[in-house]
């Protein structure tokens, strides 16, 4: 068998295949190019880089956090307390303690009874100490797990103990959070003495 007839033979059918796989690679490579184009004229985003924003986007919202928390912001720096449904001057606040350690046979943690300054009234809310520290300005403290005490309402320390104006009974500072309390009470005062 001679080239010319070999040629003749196979070649044509040899150049077509090639030819229609050059083109069928060119025309996929064309379709993807016009998406990537078209994706971007309409901002579409890829999931890779739906996940690397949603990440960004996390960071952000924990530095956000961070700095709200490091500001106070939220707060309450008008003077009134958001608790659930009930709107409370932060100043008639005395303290908050948990249900079952008030009450012992209900045991639903999540009820606050709070009682106040000049009062016998109490009133109970639905939530958790640490929302409820995130709505009272900065001289409330959680000095347990079981109770918020109003720091301005504080006249004796003893220990680990400490005692608000007009009640016989004791509150216990937890030992984790001695440090904080009595820097935190000691500069209360000295705010105090100042104004």
Known sequence: ?????FFSLYG?????IVLFIFISILSIWAIYHLLSKALLFF???TKKELFSENEALKKENE??????????????TTGIAILGPLKIKCDTILYIVSQPFEQPSNNNSRIKIIHYVN??????VYATFEYIISQLP????LVNKNQIVNLKEVYNVQGNELY????????IISDAKKEEFEQRWSQLALSDNTK
């Open 12 to 16: 044509g059918p040899f150049l077509e």
């Open 164 to 171: 608000l104006k007009k009640l016989k009974s004791s509150f």
């Open 43 to 45: 901002k579409i985003k």
């Open 1 to 5: 068998m001679t080239w010319n007839k």
């Open 63 to 76: 530095r956000l956090l961070d700095e709200i928390n490091r500001l106070d912001i939220g707060k309450a």
């Open 138 to 141: 900065d001289y409330f403290m």
């Open 119 to 124: 009062s016998e009234k109490t009133d109970a």
